[in-house]
């Protein structure tokens, strides 16, 4: 008898510490990024549908966007009021009544839809790595890399197969916007039992609360700016990068297919980045790698257009796809606390998203400017010496005090 509660304490344990947490973070990370990216393919299909103007179309991808950059800073002030585990849940519940609400099929609620989902997004952006620092604390390395590709893979899935499941379901845009509503009902359920365990621990985490002023520490901003400078560059050549190509000579179906595999080959070193980084003293030596895979891919394109662009996509991919991973890991590395991380993970997203904000508009300004893409890479050149040498203050073993 004693045995038998032994193994069903084990399993219980196993469940609520290790497998629900671990489960909940990965259908987290796949409602981060994926109503998202779902919206692009079906734009021209929602915009037909409600009488929008281009800029209108525009405005359902930047709400979301200024919705990170201007509240990622409070909800890391906010996670002093609640629990983790609780604001996730409520994060969740945010964002499953923007996807309802997005949905609706008037000009209205689809607005008001997004700046809802956008909302509840930028919070699961910013709490996600310090529930990781908090609850896996000898294994972040490897559960931020799995937390990355799922966010990661997913957004790429919901892009391919958006406008497939509009038709399959009968439902148009509406049905490929909504199949997301599932995913964070079922996100749901498993954080729902999560947030009840936890409410015993609700003494303990409040102890590792502190007053540190987050914008006083040098390293914070270092990192800040390092995670803003990777956004940009990847967001410069996602929204740029099809037009580019088109003007080289490259058929327009072709460079769409050069964007994928850049998007692609981003997920293996998006995965093996953080435990790389996790078992490094410091990350040195992987700031480098991201800074010259950038310029050498950047380089390749100035020179030699179409002739190497696979392998300068794939390059920047799997660059892009490490700076990504490597920003989220300072997040965990550089602090003591889950508390300390989910603040500085709201410091350098706010910061991140601003900067990245940036970048497409001043690639597009600069194309304008001298009637040539090489200004715009050049411009792009220049921002991966500025990623160098924050990159490689923010990897120095230290923690923000």
Same mark, same amino acid.
């Given at each position: 008898?004693?045995?038998? $509660?032994?193994?069903?304490?084990?399993?219980?344990?196993?469940?609520?510490?290790?497998?629900?947490? !671990?489960?909940?973070?990965?259908?987290?990370?796949?409602?981060?990024?994926?109503?998202?990216?779902?919206?692009?393919?079906?734009?021209?299909?929602?915009?037909?549908?409600?009488?929008?103007?281009?800029?209108?179309?525009?405005?359902?991808?930047?709400?979301?966007?200024?919705?990170?950059?201007?509240?990622?800073?409070?909800?890391?002030?906010?996670?002093?009021?609640?629990? &983790?585990?609780? !604001?996730?849940?409520?994060?969740?519940?945010? #964002?499953?009544?923007?996807?309802?609400?997005?949905?609706?099929?008037?000009?209205?609620?689809?607005?008001?839809?997004?700046?809802?989902?956008?909302?509840? &997004?930028?919070?699961?952006?910013?709490?996600?790595?310090?529930?990781?620092?908090?609850?896996?604390?000898?294994?972040?390395?490897?559960? &931020?890399?799995?937390?990355?590709?799922?966010?990661?893979?997913?957004?790429?899935?919901? %892009?391919?197969?958006? +406008?497939?499941?509009?038709?399959?379901?009968?439902?148009?845009?509406?049905?490929?916007?909504?199949?997301?509503?599932?995913?964070?009902? !079922?996100?749901? #359920?498993?954080?729902?039992?999560?947030?009840?365990?936890?409410?015993?621990?609700?003494?303990?985490?409040?102890?590792?609360?502190?007053?540190?002023?987050?914008?006083?520490?040098?390293?914070?901003?270092?990192?800040?700016?390092?995670?803003?400078?990777?956004?940009?560059?990847?967001?410069?050549?996602?929204?740029?990068?099809?037009?580019?190509?088109?003007?080289?000579?490259?058929?327009?179906?072709?460079?769409?297919?050069?964007?994928?595999?850049?998007?692609?080959?981003? #997920?293996?070193?998006?995965?093996?980045?953080?435990?790389?980084? %996790?078992?490094?003293?410091?990350? $040195?030596?992987?700031?480098?790698?991201?800074?010259?895979?950038?310029?050498?891919?950047?380089?390749? &394109? +100035?020179?030699?257009? #179409?002739?190497?662009?696979?392998?300068?996509?794939?390059?920047?991919?799997?660059?892009?796809?490490?700076?990504?991973?490597?920003?989220?890991?300072?997040?965990?590395?550089?602090?003591?606390?889950?508390?300390?991380?989910?603040?500085?993970?709201?410091?350098?997203?706010?910061?991140?998203?601003?900067?990245?904000?940036?970048?497409?508009?001043?690639?597009?300004?600069?194309?304008?400017?001298?009637?040539?893409?090489?200004?715009?890479?050049?411009?792009?050149?220049?921002?991966?010496?500025?990623?160098?040498?924050?990159?490689? $203050?923010?990897?120095?073993?230290?923690?923000?005090?």
């Amino acid at each position: 008898m004693n045995k038998h $509660k032994k193994s069903l304490k084990s399993k219980t344990k196993f469940c609520f510490e290790i497998f629900l947490p !671990f489960m909940g973070i990965l259908f987290v990370a796949a409602t981060l990024r994926a109503p998202l990216s779902t919206l692009g393919p079906v734009l021209t299909e929602i915009s037909k549908s409600l009488h929008l103007s281009n800029s209108e179309a525009g405005l359902l991808t930047t709400i979301p966007l200024m919705a990170f950059a201007f509240l990622s800073i409070f909800v890391g002030q906010l996670s002093r009021k609640l629990s &983790i585990e609780k !604001f996730l849940l409520f994060s969740i519940v945010l #964002l499953i009544v923007g996807l309802y609400i997005r949905v609706m099929g008037t000009v209205f609620t689809l607005f008001l839809g997004s700046a809802i989902l956008g909302v509840a &997004i930028c919070i699961g952006n910013v709490l996600v790595p310090g529930y990781i620092k908090k609850t896996f604390p000898n294994k972040s390395g490897m559960v &931020i890399g799995f937390y990355s590709v799922s966010m990661n893979l997913t957004a790429a899935l919901a %892009s391919g197969f958006s +406008i497939a499941i509009g038709k399959l379901s009968g439902l148009g845009w509406k049905g490929s916007l909504g199949i997301w509503i599932w995913v964070a009902v !079922f996100s749901f #359920l498993i954080w729902l039992p999560i947030v009840l365990k936890s409410r015993g621990t609700a003494k303990a985490q409040k102890t590792e609360k502190s007053n540190l002023n987050i914008f006083k520490s040098p390293l914070a901003w270092q990192i800040s700016i390092f995670m803003g400078l990777q956004s940009l560059m990847y967001y410069s050549l996602v929204t740029w990068l099809p037009m580019l190509l088109q003007d080289f000579g490259m058929p327009n179906e072709e460079s769409g297919w050069v964007l994928s595999f850049m998007q692609m080959a981003m #997920l293996p070193l998006t995965f093996l980045g953080p435990i790389i980084a %996790s078992k490094l003293s410091n990350q $040195k030596s992987l700031v480098l790698i991201v800074a010259a895979g950038m310029f050498i891919s950047v380089l390749l &394109i +100035i020179f030699f257009k #179409l002739q190497y662009v696979y392998a300068a996509v794939i390059l920047f991919g799997m660059s892009s796809g490490l700076s990504f991973s490597l920003s989220m890991m300072f997040f965990v590395l550089r602090t003591t606390d889950s508390h300390t991380a989910t603040k500085i993970s709201g410091m350098a997203q706010s910061v991140g998203y601003l900067l990245a904000a940036f970048g497409p508009p001043i690639f597009g300004k600069l194309y304008e400017y001298g009637n040539t893409w090489n200004l715009s890479l050049y411009f792009l050149l220049v921002v991966v010496i500025i990623i160098l040498v924050v990159g490689l $203050k923010a990897a120095r073993d230290r923690l923000i005090k």
